[in-house]
């Protein structure tokens, strides 16, 4: 597929039937929070409804054995796009919290003991944060924090001083949700493991924006989300390195991940990735995650991150052009821009770009620690996907020019 943003466009009905905003048409600056959905995407689910419906590993009829093969299906398709050596290295959840929550109670809670310590970095989504607090309070371990350099960047020398002798989980985004810096994951994974460290990582916003290889950077969990790579809202991926997801227990039990149980209590499970899959399982999520990685390798992972790239500087650019705007990540890799309107308040801001038909984030985007690092209460957001253009950074630039209108926008 020959990368055109332009052509891409007509491939998302969000886009294409011109849906509209306040009166505007709608220009989508929330990627980071999820993203619209191709064609192929919304059929693929379809197929699901209108010819496929049944459940997986419940029946022995056509219909059921034909959807065990479009889950393992998925499953080899999700360890090709992020390099994982084999599928059952592949477990199928709701989203990125529940599996980082699957590895923090699977993993760490059985294995971490009093005086352990886990490694996290200030600028963590809550979802890689709050479930490490909670294995904190059952096991006794400690939860601390690898200093950022001075603009927010996770650095090697930084991790390197942060490892003691008591660190047994560093748990890092690779690309931050609010500064959209890019750790280097694959020399802090060789770090870690030299200590006999784990390293997971939260790929929520690296893994649709650019290519991942599991098996090159040696991470030994990488967990992320559906709906943020064009994919259906409620599914998402947790691979973890066999070996260890072998040790790992069920965070869920129930119908579909034991082997059998009986009157006195006792039970066993299967082995991974099933172990994990416990209840039907979100099928339609499924099969529309297929239909989104297809549609992204056709794309082509490397194209989207590099005209990211230029977006992004581009973006960085025009803002800073309008002299009404303070950006807290002008060299962050990611395609995010984190910024304030001067003198205005977050929300306001962003309720004044809404009168204008453009949609971005704003608040604290689910890393409160962060603010207090960045010295501010809030700030707005603005992302970026493949099928942004020029035109809609141009918007936001005029928008922000005109942000202290705010009051007008609804009087």
């Known amino acids: 597929m020959m990368f055109d943003p332009y052509v891409l466009r007509k491939d998302f009905p969000m886009i ?3 849906i509209k905003m306040q009166g505007h048409p709608l220009i989508w600056l929330d990627n980071a929070s999820t993203t619209f959905k191709p064609y192929p995407v919304i059929k693929a689910v379809e197929r699901y409804y209108y010819e496929e419906t049944s459940n997986s590993h419940r029946g022995d009829y056509d219909l059921c054995f034909k959807m065990d093969q479009e889950v393992e299906r998925t499953r080899e398709t999700v360890a090709a796009f992020i390099g994982a050596k ?3 290295e592949i477990v199928f959840t709701s989203g990125t919290t529940s599996s980082l929550n699957l590895l923090a109670f699977g993993y760490a809670s059985k294995y971490l003991k009093p005086g352990d310590e886990i490694l996290l970095t ?3 989504h809550a979802s890689n944060v709050l479930p490490w607090y909670k294995v904190k309070e059952m096991t006794g371990c400690e939860v601390n924090f ?3 350099t001075e603009e927010g960047r996770l650095t090697v020398e930084n991790v390197r001083k942060s490892l003691t002798e008591k660190t047994k989980i560093v748990s890092i985004a690779e690309v931050t949700n609010v500064l959209a810096y890019s750790a280097p994951i694959k020399e802090i994974a060789k770090i870690c493991h030299e200590n006999g460290i784990l390293l997971a990582v939260d790929g929520a916003q690296s893994v649709p924006h650019k ?5 090159d950077s040696d991470v030994d969990f990488l967990s992320f989300s559906g709906h943020k790579l064009c994919g259906p809202t409620g599914i998402g991926v947790l691979y973890g390195k066999y070996s260890l997801l072998e040790k790992m227990d069920p965070f869920m039990t129930g119908g579909g991940n034991n ?3 009986d009157m006195c209590g006792d039970a066993s499970f299967l082995a991974p990735p099933m172990r994990f899959e416990a209840g039907t399982q979100n099928l339609e999520g499924i099969i529309g995650l297929r239909a989104a990685i297809e549609y992204l390798q056709k794309i082509g992972m490397e194209e989207i991150e590099e005209y990211e790239k230029s977006l992004k500087k581009y973006a960085v650019e025009q803002i800073e052009k309008t002299g009404n705007a303070i950006i807290y990540n002008h060299d962050s890799e990611g395609p995010i821009v984190t910024f304030n309107v001067k003198d205005v308040f977050a929300q306001d801001a962003a309720t004044f770009f809404n009168s204008r038909g453009i949609a971005v984030r704003s608040g604290q985007h689910c890393a409160k620690i962060l603010m207090d690092f960045l010295g501010t209460v809030a700030t707005v957001r603005a992302s970026f996907y493949f099928y942004t253009t020029k035109e809609d950074i ?8 005109h942000g202290k209108e705010f009051l007008d926008a609804y009087f």
């Open 259 to 261: 082997a059998k149980f």
């Open 211 to 215: 290519k991942t290889d599991v098996a």
């Open 146 to 148: 690898i200093p950022l």
């Open 86 to 88: 084999r599928p059952e």
């Open 394 to 401: 141009d918007a936001l630039a005029d928008a922000i020019a």
């Open 16 to 18: 294409a039937n011109g």
């Open 122 to 124: 200030e600028a963590e």
